[in-house]
């Protein structure tokens, strides 16, 4: 997009665009001229926030494509399944299908200039009813720009009307396929009934497999030991005190030749603790709740 800091940037010679007709449109980008109009700023903030969703589509796109990646590395299919293509049905069936619904108005054609007068097509003016002779006909061009929706007003009906338009929204046009509402709404409400369905599949499935192949025992990962300064025995208060810098064995042969075992035992314990550990580190240890939350 030719704009930078809110600030056009004229790419073909001219900063005026000299529009002949109406397939006559701007070569790259956002035509200039757009900056001496007086709603510049509505138009601008509407492509960029159309802009981040798609971009923000894309970008969690990819998030989901290393998760699966991961999952088929570690082979949990269980994630493959439940979270990542879950999550790629939910993702692209409600914000996926909003993506596609901007792109397809983008190329939906409307010419404004077309003064064709729609026959039975009035707008009244000066008045708050229908009534008397204060009405002029209306244009084709007109006509078809006020009754193409934004997407937002597409995405309200199909999430809270259940894809089922009422009233004026009867008479909007489609985008996909281009012109035809009906059939948008019959793909929308495919992709609506996908995302009801998936979105529990989602949240419960990994949580409930977690209950149905784990039992109430206390994990395995955990691991006791004892601390070296307790001992095994009485007999022996101290294995080495501190004398002038340098170790010395305190108490008679037999207490020293325990203290010796003692320590012996417990860097085997050490040692095993540490092997443990590395272990512990190739899988993860979650309980039903970790499981619920992510």
Wanted: proline share 3%; with cysteine; net charge negative.
């Amino acid at each position: 997009m030719n704009d930078t800091h809110s600030e056009a940037m004229e790419v073909t010679g001219t900063y005026v665009y000299t529009r002949n007709s109406f397939d006559c449109t701007y070569l790259v980008g956002q035509d200039p001229v757009w900056g001496l109009a007086s709603n510049k700023l509505t138009l601008i903030n509407n492509i960029k926030m159309k802009m981040s969703v798609i971009f923000g589509v894309v970008h969690m796109s990819m998030g989901i494509f290393i998760k699966g990646t991961n999952a088929v590395y570690n082979r949990d299919y269980a994630t493959l399944i439940t979270e990542v293509v879950a999550g790629y049905i939910i993702l692209w069936g409600l914000f996926g299908w909003m993506d596609a619904l901007i792109i397809a108005k983008w190329f939906h054609r409307i010419d404004i200039e077309d003064t064709t007068q729609v026959p039975g097509e009035k707008y009244y003016y000066d008045s708050e009813s229908e009534a008397g002779d204060n009405f002029v006909g209306a244009m084709a061009g007109d006509l078809e720009n006020q009754r193409a929706p934004s997407v937002i007003n597409i995405m309200i009906v199909m999430i809270f009307s259940f894809c089922q338009p009422k009233g004026v929204q009867e008479q909007w046009v489609g985008y996909i396929p281009d012109g035809d509402q009906n059939k948008q709404f019959e793909i929308a409400l495919v992709l609506l009934v996908l995302v009801v369905v998936f979105v529990p599949v989602m949240l419960l499935v990994k949580p409930m497999i977690f209950l149905a192949t784990h039992s109430d025992e206390p994990a395995q990962d955990e691991i006791e030991f004892t601390d070296i300064r307790n001992g095994d025995g009485g007999g022996i208060q101290s294995v080495q005190s501190r004398n002038g810098g340098a170790y010395q064995a305190v108490g008679n042969g037999e207490d020293i030749s325990k203290g010796d075992e003692l320590i012996q035992k417990r860097e085997n314990e050490m040692k095993s603790l540490d092997q443990q550990l590395k272990d512990m580190g190739h899988h993860e240890s979650h309980t039903f709740g970790e499981y619920f939350i992510h």
